[in-house]
C-alpha cells in the first residue's frame, strides 16, 4: 500500500478552494493509503486548541472520518501551527510526532521533519524560531484572549511578509551543511520535508553513501503530494 506525505497547506478562510481540495483529497486518495504523514503548516494560523477557528472546523471532522476508517495520520508542527496539542489530536484522531523523527516503512527508515530548523543562513528567523518554541512563551501567549492572540497573529504575519520580501531566495532555503548534519545524526539517507515550497528530490553523497532530501510541495495553487510505494517515491501535483 501507498503512504502518503504532504506539508504546507496553509488551509484559511480566504483560500477556500484548497480546503475543498484538501477535503476531496481525505474522502479519496486517502482513503486507499497504508498512512498520512503532514509535516508542519497543515494551517495558515493554529493559535491554540482552545481558539479553533470556525473555518478548520470541517476539517478537523474529516480528517477524524478519515482515522476512524483506520487510516493513522501523523503530525507535525510546522512555523504556523506549533500550538497543535492534545485537544486537536483528540478531536482529530491524528497522531503528533516529534520533530526529527526516524520513521520505518517496508524495512527502510527515513528522517522527517518540517524543515525550517534547517534554514540557519536566515539568522533572524531562527532566532524568532527559538523564541516562539520556547515554552514559557507558548505559554504567555496562550494566557491571552482569542482576540489578542488573532491580532498578535495578524501582526507576526505582516512583519514575515515585508522581511521576507527583503530576504534573498538563497538565505531562505535549507543549508546543505546542517541537512547532513541532521542526517548523519539520524543514521539515515533519505531526508523529507516541507516549509521551503521548493519541491524536488535533491540527490548527493553522504558518509560515502548515496541520499537524498525530498522537499514537499505547498497547497497554494494546487495541491502536492509525496507517494511511497514499495519503497520507491512519487511526487506528484494534486488538482
Not at 70 to 76: A, G, M, S, T
Not at 107 to 135: E, W
Not at 175 to 186: L, R, T
Not at 226 to 235: E, G, Q, R, S, Y
Request: proline fraction near 3%.
Amino acid at each position: 500500500m501507498t503512504t502518503l506525505f504532504i506539508a504546507d497547506l496553509h488551509l484559511s478562510d480566504q483560500r477556500p478552494a484548497i480546503t475543498d481540495l484538501f477535503i476531496t483529497f481525505l474522502k479519496n486518495e486517502a482513503r486507499q493509503a497504508r498512512a498520512l504523514y503532514i509535516l508542519g503548516d497543515l494551517f495558515e494560523a493554529w493559535l491554540g486548541d482552545d481558539c479553533i477557528l470556525p473555518h478548520y472546523q470541517t476539517v478537523i471532522a474529516q480528517l477524524k472520518q478519515l482515522t476512524d476508517s483506520n487510516i493513522p495520520v501523523y503530525i507535525l508542527h510546522g512555523n504556523r501551527d506549533f500550538l497543535i496539542g492534545k485537544q486537536f489530536c483528540m478531536l482529530s484522531g491524528c497522531q503528533l510526532l516529534d520533530e526529527n523523527t526516524v520513521i520505518t516503512i517496508d524495512g527502510q527508515r527515513y528522517l522527517i521533519m518540517h524543515g525550517d530548523a534547517l534554514c540557519t543562513d536566515d539568522v533572524k528567523y531562527q532566532q524568532f524560531r527559538s523564541m516562539v518554541r520556547n515554552p514559557e512563551w507558548q505559554k504567555q501567549l496562550l494566557e491571552k484572549t482569542p482576540a489578542e492572540r488573532i491580532a498578535l497573529a495578524k501582526q507576526y504575519r505582516e512583519i514575515s511578509q515585508s522581511e521576507t520580501a527583503e530576504k534573498a531566495s538563497d538565505i531562505m532555503d535549507v543549508n546543505q551543511a546542517e541537512v547532513e548534519k541532521v542526517m548523519h545524526a539520524a543514521n539515515i539517507t533519505t531526508l523529507i520535508h516541507g516549509h521551503t515550497h521548493r519541491p524536488d528530490i535533491h540527490k548527493f553523497e553522504l558518509d560515502g553513501k548515496d541520499a537524498q532530501r525530498i522537499v514537499l510541495g505547498d497547497w497554494y495553487e494546487k495541491g502536492s503530494v509525496l507517494k511511497l510505494n514499495n519503497n520507491t517515491f512519487d511526487l506528484q501535483v494534486v488538482t
